[in-house]
Structures are given as C-alpha cells and as structure tokens.
C-alpha cells in the first residue's frame, strides 16, 4: 500500500548487511568514520507481489558525537529509488542432470552478491545473480577417493550448455586448471580470474557468462551462433576456482567484470533438498536427501541459495 513500512534494520542486523570499503575484518561496521565508505546489501521480500512498489523511500538515522561529548541524531530522509522495470530473462539450463548444488546463489548474504569491483572509475557489482553449480554424487559427496584430483569430481567434465538461442561474444581458453583445495596455479588477475570462459549475447541487452571451463574443452568461438542446448564445453577448476563447478551468471554487458549482474529465470527445475555449507562438503561431508524435504517443482524461478537441484 501507499507509503506502508517494508522493513527496518538496526543494530546487529545493520552491521551483518555492511560492507566496508577498504576495511580489515575488524572493523565496527556501524561506525561511519570520516572519509570512508559503505555499501549496505538490502535484500527485500515482497509478500503481496500483485501490489507493484512504483517507488522505494528510504530513511537513514546516524548517531554521531560532539566535541563536548554530548550526542546528536542526524536524519537523512526522503532518499527515493525507482526500481528497475526490466522484466528478467527467462532461459534454459546450463547444464542437465540431477543432485547440481546452487551455492552462493540468490540470498543476502552470498559471496558473489557482496564482490564489488571498480573498473573504469565505476563500480559494478557483476556477480550480483550468480550460482556455482557443483555436482553431488550418488554419495552425497562431491568427489570420490582422493579430493586432491579434479578427475574424481563428481561434476568434473559434465557438459555445459547454451540457455538460450545466441551468439558467441567473448572466449579465453587459455588457462590451465588448478588442483582442487589449492591456491590457483596461475596469479589472480582481471584476465585469469574467471579462467576459460565463454559470453553468450541472449539478446535484449543481456549476456550469459560461464566460467572455469576445462582448458582446451570449448566448442564455440567467437561470432559462432548457438542454439539453446547446444554444447559450450566442459566443467573445470580453471581461474579462480577451488574444485570444480560451473559459475554462472547474467549481466547487462559483454565483460566478465565490468558490468552489472541480474537476475534471471530458469525454465524449470526440481529442488531435492538443501545443503547446510559449500563449505563443509569441499571438505569432504556427505550430504543425505531428508523426508522432511519433498521434491519441489519450480518454473521461472531462481534456485534457492544451496539448494540440490535437477535440471532436465
């Protein structure tokens, strides 16, 4: 409705939602000094969709103290923000099969969502949508015997695939792949960052990005035309990886990092269950399907952040 309240945060809840830029893990995140600068990730859910926010209004209140030590309330009111009318694109699976983990996918608190990254005097945050997709194995576990070697990767040479008819943009197919759990072979630059990696132009203003391909596994090149399903290249562990997975995401521009990142439908897909940490299972947990989480079937959607899911 008119002018109704969607949320408020404060204190602990405040700081959890903060990024300070340029500070060390340390850092008070609810003390603004002088000079420095914050991000604050707002995640909002709308429960009644059917009643379109035309306009955001937000309203900042900062405690700050006086030289004679007495404090003052300072009220930054009246900050408007139109949303983006941008309707989300609607495509098909990057890969196919069962038991693929979403990790640090759609939620506040997600790596990906937080990576800020300045280029060209702007900043963009280019992964703001983006899911790494790692595949489980009729174990519950990422890999088999050793973890130490990308082979024994359940998802390790899986077929990635176009989610939509395209054209090929960009593609580095230069990089060679990492040993899972270790630093990356190569320095993390702009360029190595993303390892092998293709673009696809979906159309619209919009661009499909994979990245850490296996290196010397890409079917297309640049200017090629794709059609939707057909094959890209193979899962790897190429750039700035740990073990191998797919990243992918959608941006408003033909670069890895200079853009910005949005959100996106997936045809349709089953949820099996959730897991508890990305973590813990890289570090050889199993992750068991629970009863208390029936399949669920989603259509142009967005998989839940660590959610285990099929795409057919």
């Known amino acids: 409705a008119d002018g109704a309240d969607i949320a408020k945060y404060e204190t602990t809840a405040l700081a959890s939602m903060i990024k300070v830029i340029g500070a060390n893990a340390d850092t008070n995140k609810n ?74 996918g759609a939620s506040n608190i997600a790596g990906h969502r937080r990576t800020i990254f300045a280029i060209g005097g702007k900043a963009k945050i280019s992964q703001r949508f983006a899911i790494d997709f790692a595949k489980l194995g009729d174990d519950g576990k990422l890999a088999k015997d050793n973890f130490k070697e990308n082979k024994n990767y359940y998802g390790y040479g899986e077929t990635v695939i176009s989610v939509a008819d395209a054209r090929v943009v960009d593609v580095q197919d230069e990089i060679p792949e990492n040993i899972p759990l270790e630093k990356p072979v190569v320095p993390i630059t702009y360029k190595t960052l993303a390892g092998n990696y293709v ?52 941006s408003d521009a033909n670069s890895p990092l200079a853009s910005e990142g949005v959100p996106y439908l997936f045809d349709n897909f089953e949820v099996l269950g959730y897991i508890e940490s990305p973590d813990a299972l890289a570090e050889g947990a199993k992750w068991t399907r629970s009863d208390n989480h029936p399949s669920t079937f989603y259509r142009s959607q967005l998989p839940p952040d660590n959610s285990v899911i099929t795409f057919r």
């Open 31 to 104: 003390l603004l000094e002088s000079g420095k600068r914050m991000v604050v990730f707002v995640w909002l859910v709308l429960n009644d969709i059917s009643l379109p926010v035309k306009t955001l209004k937000h309203k900042f209140i900062f405690e700050s103290t006086k030289s004679d030590g007495s404090r003052i309330e300072n009220i930054l009111d009246n900050v408007i923000l139109k949303p983006n009318e941008m309707k989300p694109p609607k495509i098909g699976p990057p890969l196919l099969g069962m038991n693929w983990v979403a990790a640090n």
């Open 199 to 250: 673009i696809l132009d979906i159309g619209n203003g919009f661009f499909a990005f994979y990245a850490h391909l296996q290196p010397k596994s890409i079917k297309v090149r640049k200017g090629d035309m794709v059609k939707k399903g057909q094959t890209i290249g193979l899962l790897g562990n190429s750039g700035n990886s740990d073990l191998p997975h797919l990243h992918f995401h959608i």
